[in-house]
């Protein structure tokens, strides 16, 4: 089955060994995804647009697999200060109110860089065409 992959640039891509998304079939799975841009944190100390930033980038990866938001069936928010949860979740359901995924939120100890406050992956399932 073949694969295709979306790659944002990150230097980390190719440190680490990964990309930004990947589609095989009709199964599309998104990296866990920052808000960082240009190796820099975008919105640091702003729950609420963190997450939007996050969302937005997940929202073009998925655009670039074939995908649009509607067809995400699973989200999984792994956030440093979950007391935020309400700012996450407005702008979570800001892009998934119509379409109701599985969702997960946990709180986790650090990210990648202490002003990152939100982590996204998402689950997806498109028709094969």
Request: glycine share 8%.
């Amino acid at each position: 089955m073949s694969r295709t992959r979306v790659f944002t640039g990150s230097p980390w891509e190719p440190t680490v060994g990964y990309c930004r998304a990947i589609r095989v079939g009709n199964r599309i799975e998104v990296a866990g995804t920052t808000a960082m841009k240009d190796g820099e944190v975008v919105g640091a100390g702003d729950a609420y647009g963190q997450a939007r930033f996050v969302l937005h980038t997940i929202e073009q990866a998925l655009l670039e697999l074939g995908a649009r938001m509607s067809d995400v069936i699973r989200t999984r928010m792994y956030v440093t200060d979950i007391s935020l949860w309400e700012e996450f979740g407005r702008a979570h359901g800001e892009y998934f109110r119509d379409v109701q995924p599985v969702a997960t939120m946990v709180e986790v100890k650090a990210l990648i860089d202490p002003a990152l406050m939100i982590e996204i992956e998402v689950e997806a399932v498109v028709d094969e065409n």
